[in-house]
């Protein structure tokens, strides 16, 4: 079965600086890796996803990540983060499941801080 | 918009009562999907459906029940509600063809005392 590990719980930044965001996930012959943000007392909202092709995905909000096959990584990163990117993000695997679906694996989400 | 609604959005309900909760999608995914979030835990994976009366279990499914007998329907039941089932729900669906990623609905918070 696939896991997720997020290996922070909680990043702090300053405003405008940039940030990166951890997840490492077990490895597989081919898997499909996403990120998903949630804001206070909301759902969860589709950051960007890596299904094949280019390693670097760049996402909405000026997010971006980059899939790293042999370290097992798919990190996010934002070079200039603003208060309003507060929030929970999630990193999740596919894991095939019956009748042609794929489930997702979460991570146990980092929440991301922005003061000013 | 993924035209996903879950009833109720906030539910408090008793030890031992049994809860049904409700996702409603309007556009006839065939993959629908039950996680519950907790604190230090992330999303798992409760149950999931792959066709009407087609479901299978997820990583946490002890003391859940679903049904799927209709396409835009989805219900998750606690037969016995325990406090350790407080959580927030979230239903999701995914597209067919090949793409993969999940829409989430608003999500369900349930306390049970």
């Known amino acids: 079965a696939q896991s997720v590990t997020q290996l922070d719980s909680q990043v702090p930044v300053f405003e405008e600086a940039p940030v990166e965001l951890r997840c490492n996930y077990s490895s597989s012959v081919s898997v499909y890796l996403f990120w998903y943000v949630q804001y206070p007392n909301q759902g969860l909202q589709l950051l960007l996803k890596y299904l094949s092709g280019s390693t670097l995905v760049k996402g909405i909000n000026g997010f971006e990540a980059e899939f790293n096959k042999s370290q097992t990584s798919f990190h996010l990163r934002k070079p200039s983060v603003h208060i309003s990117d507060t929030a929970e993000y999630f990193c999740a695997v596919s894991d095939q499941g019956k009748g042609g679906s794929e489930k997702l694996v979460f991570g146990k989400g980092t929440k991301l801080t922005v003061n000013p | 918009d993924a035209g996903i609604t879950q009833s109720p959005r906030h539910k408090v309900t008793e030890t031992g009562t049994p809860v049904t909760l409700r996702c409603h999608q309007t556009e006839n995914h065939r993959y629908m999907y039950w996680y519950r979030q907790d604190p230090g835990h992330g999303l798992r994976l409760i149950h999931y459906s792959y066709g009407v009366k087609d479901t299978d279990k997820g990583e946490v499914s002890d003391g859940y029940s679903v049904s799927r007998s209709k396409t835009e329907d989805f219900l998750l039941t606690l037969e016995s509600a325990t406090s350790s089932q407080t959580s927030v729900y979230f239903c999701?669906?995914?597209?067919?063809?090949?793409?993969?990623?999940?829409?989430f609905g608003p999500g369900t918070r349930l306390t049970v005392t």
């Open positions: 999701a669906i995914s597209l067919a063809g090949g793409l993969y990623e999940q829409y």
